[in-house]
Nanobody, 123 residues
Framework: QVQLVESGGGLVQAGGSLRLSCAASGRTVSVYAMGWFRQAPGKEREFVAVITVSGATTYYADSVKGRFTISRDNAKNTVYLQMNSLKPEDTGVYYC????????????????WGQGTQVTVFS
């Protein structure tokens, strides 16, 4: 079973950028579709982005399309989320998820989840 650890969160002013990393251990991520979710205070966890096993296809939530980019480096066993033009509504805990099926990642039913990293965007 793969284990996931997120990093890169922090406090940033609106309009700024952050890059989140999700480092995997225990098994190569090359066999998993990988995704990012976020959860704002008092709200349910929501899908942000997913990248397929091959890395050839990505999907994004409408709220982040054009601002966020998901990528993977299988040699480093790491997945990234580049977040640009951040807005206060992007604030939340960001979670990394892994599953062999990208649809299960999008649905929020992935097999493996990280512990999350906090992102706070202030205006």
């Amino acid at each position: 079973q793969v284990q996931l650890v997120e990093s890169g969160g922090g406090l940033v002013q609106a309009g700024g950028s952050l890059r989140l990393s999700c480092a995997a251990s225990g098994r190569t991520v090359s066999v998993y579709a990988m995704g990012w979710f976020r959860q704002a205070p008092g709200k349910e966890r929501e899908f942000v982005a997913v990248i397929t096993v091959s890395g050839a296809t990505t999907y994004y939530a409408d709220s982040v399309k054009g601002r966020f980019t998901i990528s993977r480096d299988n040699a480093k066993n790491t997945v990234y989320l580049q977040m640009n033009s951040l807005k206060p509504e992007d604030t939340g805990v960001y979670y990394c998820a892994a599953d062999q099926g990208w649809r299960r990642v999008v649905a929020g039913t992935a097999d493996v989840w990280g512990q999350g990293t906090q992102v706070t965007v202030f205006s």
